[in-house]
């Protein structure tokens, strides 16, 4: 008997960044959590301890009402070996699966999927939710490709007309006011201190590659908005006590690493505690709960991520790039 080849479709980089926008990703994420809050994902995180402070992330994620399921590999690597100049985050890989037959149709890259669908996807899905809907002063803290991404995904969602950036590398927040400032007509504003990008905003997006808190509670100001996409690593802990609402991502995931520290040694030593959650985003986008309920609340967001973002937008990529004859196909 004469075996059938299993076609793949392969998305490079470049291919996909080419084939899905910031609109995408927010549409993706809520998607996720809007299954997620219904009861119809099904998902599963490890935690790979590398060398180090290094891991590596596996994400899987079927999406019932959906049929979609896929896995996501990503490895957060914040040492390098001598003389690599990979970023911190890179050659993470989406692989999608017919739920069908559990045959594999799609793999692609899954840099700049990760990159689209956090600061550009989920930490705006859940501001939709939980910041004030005339939010017009942002901050962010880390001006990389997150930084970058979060930047024109906030600016298509919110009436944004001021917006503070920081970096340790004042180069870098040089580059960022470069680039992104031909794209908007809107105020970018370098700024020499964490404390003064975060005081008088009402969305703060923390994307740093710090390792100790650089955004301290006091600074925030009634009514702000905090998306620790980095969780407690870089973002005082005391938020989660003393916000009027600490709301994670996934619940039961987003328990483990980042009260519990699975994998995280540095979230398990903050001694965080589940009580303080006030709802995941499942809950908020199913309206299982209120999200922003005044405009004095505030209300700090933290998430690992999970695989139902990645796989939606990537099955947007897929479906895109079927349509428009883009990708390598590859036989098993």
């Known amino acids: 008997m004469v075996q059938q080849k299993i076609e793949i479709l392969f998305l490079s980089k470049q291919e996909v960044e080419s084939l899905i926008t910031v609109k995408d990703a927010v549409y993706a994420c809520e998607q996720a959590y809007r299954c ?7 998902h599963y995180s490890t935690v790979m301890p590398m060398k180090g402070p290094n891991l590596t992330i596996t994400m899987t994620a079927y999406l019932k009402s959906l049929n979609l399921y896929g896995m996501k590999q990503v490895s957060p690597y914040s040492v390098r070996e001598p003389g690599d100049n990979i970023p911190y985050i890179w050659g993470s890989l989406v692989v999608l699966t017919h739920v069908e037959n559990g045959l594999p149709y799609a793999i692609m890259d899954g840099t700049s999927i990760t990159t ?3 600061a550009g996807g989920h930490a705006v899905v859940a501001a939709k939710y939980l910041a004030k809907k005339d939010s017009k002063k942002l901050a962010i803290i880390g001006c990389g490709s997150e930084g970058r991404t979060g930047f024109h995904s906030f600016l298509n969602t919110f009436p944004i007309e001021l917006v503070k950036i920081y970096d340790v590398k004042s180069e870098a927040m040089h580059a960022f006011k470069e680039e992104v400032g031909r794209e908007f007509a809107v105020r970018i504003i370098p700024v020499d201190s964490p404390q003064k990008a975060v005081e008088g905003t009402d969305i703060v997006l923390v994307v740093s590659t710090a390792s100790e808190p650089v955004v301290l509670e006091p600074w925030v100001e009634k009514g702000a908005f905090v998306a620790a996409l980095t969780c407690f690593r870089d973002v005082d802990p005391m938020l989660s006590v003393k916000a009027d609402k600490w709301v994670l ?21 903050m001694q965080l505690s589940r009580d303080n959650v006030y709802a995941d985003m499942g809950e908020i986008v199913s309206m299982a709960k209120p999200g922003r309920e005044n405009d004095q609340e505030r209300i700090v967001y933290t998430h690992m991520g999970m695989g139902g973002h990645d796989v939606v937008l990537a099955q947007i990529a897929y479906t895109r790039a079927v349509e428009k004859g883009i990708g390598t196909r590859l036989y098993l």
């Open 249 to 269: 991502g996934i619940l039961e995931e987003d328990s483990k690493t980042i009260i519990e520290g699975h994998g995280l040694p540095t979230l398990n030593q």
């Open 116 to 118: 689209m669908r956090t």
């Open 36 to 42: 997620l809050g219904e009861g119809q994902l099904a």
